[in-house]
């Protein structure tokens, strides 16, 4: 069974470092992309950016390139997304997911999602 | 950019109805390339469409896709309790990769 786990929920104050993460099982990780995507409270999906496991060949959307950073452990089948100084408009739900373009490209299965709150 | 419009943005049917959602774009999306996924609250995004006409594993057959060019349209044959959620088209493309609709949301009326 096809799962990506994320990291719990956290409480961090405008400014600090986070790194959160996500870890794949039940298919050959380095097979696949994993993208990451962010939901603000209340609002849709936005596409953040991918990272390919085997190179770590990253790509980012324009809005975040420079914003966060994707990272990889393959050893470990684990996917990270980090700041270096957040914000509260930071504050959202952050979903990875798994990439699939055999027909198609779109993005097959889900983690549960790592609620992420900036507040002072 | 390719911008993805979804409308209505909210719509209240009772279950046993039929439904049809539509997603439009800016310019023309390959057919490959068009998805669709429901959301419900406090879960993650679940595929639905792929390849705009496709079911992903284990979705019901009363959920059916289709579309070509800009317009594109998920359509629900008969509305069952857990079904109502919020629906997302989403394309594939030029910068950024990916980008979703803003979403439909259906309510039991």
């Known amino acids: 069974e096809v799962q990506l786990v994320q990291s719990g929920a956290e409480v961090k104050k405008p400014g600090e470092s986070l790194k959160i993460s996500c870890k794949g099982s039940?298919?050959?990780?380095?097979?696949?992309?994993i993208a990451w995507v962010r939901q603000m409270p209340g609002k849709g999906l936005e596409w953040m950016g991918m990272?390919?496991?085997?190179?770590?060949?990253?790509r980012y959307s324009p809005s975040f390139q420079g914003q966060v950073t994707i990272s990889v452990d393959k050893s470990i089948t684990t996917a990270y997304l980090q700041w270096s100084s957040l914000k509260a408009s930071d504050s959202a739900i952050y979903y990875c997911?798994?990439?699939?373009?055999?027909?198609?490209?779109?993005?097959?299965?889900w983690g549960q999602g790592t609620l992420v709150t900036v507040s002072s | 950019e390719i911008v993805l419009t979804q409308s209505p943005g909210t719509l209240s049917l009772s279950p046993g109805e039929r439904v049809t959602l539509s997603c439009r774009a800016s310019q023309s999306v390959s057919s490959d390339y068009l998805a669709w996924y429901q959301q419900k609250p406090g879960q993650a995004p679940r595929l639905l469409i792929y390849g705009a006409s496709s079911r992903a594993t284990g979705i019901p057959d009363r959920f059916s896709g289709r579309g070509s060019g800009t317009d594109f349209t998920l359509t629900i044959r008969r509305l069952e309790p857990e079904d109502f959620a919020v629906y997302y088209c989403q394309q594939y493309g030029s910068s950024p990769m990916y980008s979703f609709g803003q979403g439909t949301k259906l309510e039991i009326k």
């Open positions: 039940g298919y050959s990780f380095t097979n696949f992309w």
């Open positions: 997911a798994r990439r699939s373009y055999n027909y198609g490209d779109h993005l097959d299965y």
């Open positions: 990272i390919y496991p085997p190179d770590s060949d990253t």
